[in-house]
């Protein structure tokens, strides 16, 4: 196929803390080593919204800033020096952007990179008309796998890399704290250790439904018992969780956190608890460029199932909606939502029903 112009389009730009618009956004063409990405299917976190309305730590974002950190889309143009993608391809890309050169990049902990830099945070995200990366950052897809699910490669991977950081034995006792998408993905993900059990503890009764999709084998909103679990995953973000998953691990147990609590939020920590118990806690930050292939490696096989996690799906234009639904409590089961970017394309239909937000609207 031919070059293709570089899409150009609306974008949705937070200009500054609370101050989110739609915005004409011009395309980069790619340089030699670089791809452009058009980007179909963007999903919204409590990250995004904690970059609206500016409570993460300065050091990770910059405004203004183009949204959308979790996404997948098609190769709209390619480099004279890439070799590995054609147009059209359906891709996902690493968002953490090592410098490959620091020694953090240089012995594979690339998610420390001491020059940070990630697409949706520092760098230009996903939620405009393209992206143009390097290549090396470039992942595609295997045919048959909805692009839709390629939107959750990038939380999946936040997952795998913290499950990969503990000794999990199998037939663990294994609780996820938290019911968002992170906490469904991790109860999901898990089961690649062959846990015992998988039990899920969250706020919302009306997650439970989803709980079940994940595949978790109980679901509460009530205090988790304490000193039952072999393995705690806290992925709710909350310094609460934090307090939950110490009293809830075991004698020898391993806690690993993923949740981001909110810059400048503490938690208590139960000194004898963690003493006394002899526990690992482990924190685990974004992902590495190995967590990152290994879970589009998942993806490709069948063995992450992340569409019936998506709950709602909204075109750009609805962004407000989107995210005020993504801050509010409504009572139905609220798992991933994605932002819509090319809701014409018949040929990346999901073959799975992907629910509207504002069914009415379109
Ligand atoms: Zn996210
Ligand atoms: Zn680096």
């Known amino acids: 196929m031919s070059q293709q112009e570089v899409p150009s389009g609306p974008a949705l730009m937070v200009r500054g803390p609370g101050e989110v618009v739609l915005e004409q956004h011009s395309g980069v063409a790619a340089a030699a080593g670089e791809v452009v990405i058009e980007p179909h299917f963007v999903g919204l976190c409590g990250t995004d919204l904690e970059i609206v309305n500016g409570d993460l730590d300065p050091a990770y974002t910059r405004y203004p800033l183009v949204l959308g950190h979790e996404w997948s889309g098609r190769v709209a143009q390619v480099g004279t020096a890439v070799s590995e993608f054609a147009i059209g391809d359906p891709v996902v890309v690493e968002g953490v952007v090592g410098c490959l050169v620091c020694s953090a990049c240089r012995s594979g902990r690339t998610n420390m990179c001491e020059n940070y830099d990630e697409l949706g945070f520092t760098l230009d995200g996903a939620a405009g008309p393209s992206v143009t990366v390097p290549a090396h950052l470039v992942h595609r897809l295997a045919d048959g796998v909805p692009l839709a699910a390629g939107a959750l490669v990038e939380p999946a991977a936040v997952v795998l890399r913290a499950l990969g950081v503990l000794q999990i034995e199998p037939a663990s006792r294994v609780l996820v704290i938290g019911d968002g998408t992170v906490a469904l993905l991790a109860a999901q993900l898990v089961r690649m250790w062959s846990p015992a059990t998988v039990d899920l503890a969250g706020l919302r009764p009306e997650q439970k439904v989803l709980a079940a999709a994940a595949g978790a084998d109980a679901f509460?909103?009530?205090?988790?018992?304490?000193?039952?679990?072999?393995?705690?995953?806290?992925?709710?973000?909350?310094?609460?969780?934090?307090?939950?998953?110490?009293?809830?691990?075991?004698?020898?147990?391993?806690?690993?956190?993923?949740?981001?609590?909110?810059?400048?939020?503490?938690?208590?920590?139960?000194?004898?608890?963690?003493?006394?118990?002899?526990?690992?806690?482990?924190?685990?930050?974004?992902?590495?460029?190995?967590?990152?292939?290994?879970?589009?490696?998942?993806?490709?096989?069948?063995?992450?199932?992340?569409?019936?996690?998506v709950t709602h799906r909204a075109r750009l234009e609805q962004f407000a909606a989107a995210l005020h639904l993504l801050s509010t409590a409504t009572g139905e089961p609220r798992g991933k939502i994605l932002l819509d970017l090319r809701p014409d394309a018949a040929d990346d239909d999901p073959g799975h029903p992907l629910p509207d937000l504002m069914k009415g609207d379109r």
């Open 220 to 309: 509460t909103v009530d205090q988790p018992p304490d000193n039952a679990y072999d393995v705690v995953v806290e992925a709710a973000g909350a310094t609460a969780a934090v307090e939950s998953a110490i009293r809830a691990a075991r004698p020898s147990g391993q806690v690993v956190l993923l949740g981001i609590a909110g810059h400048g939020n503490a938690a208590r920590l139960l000194v004898d608890d963690v003493v006394n118990k002899d526990l690992r806690i482990r924190g685990s930050f974004s992902y590495t460029a190995e967590a990152w292939a290994t879970t589009v490696g998942l993806l490709n096989s069948g063995a992450l199932r992340p569409l019936p996690l």
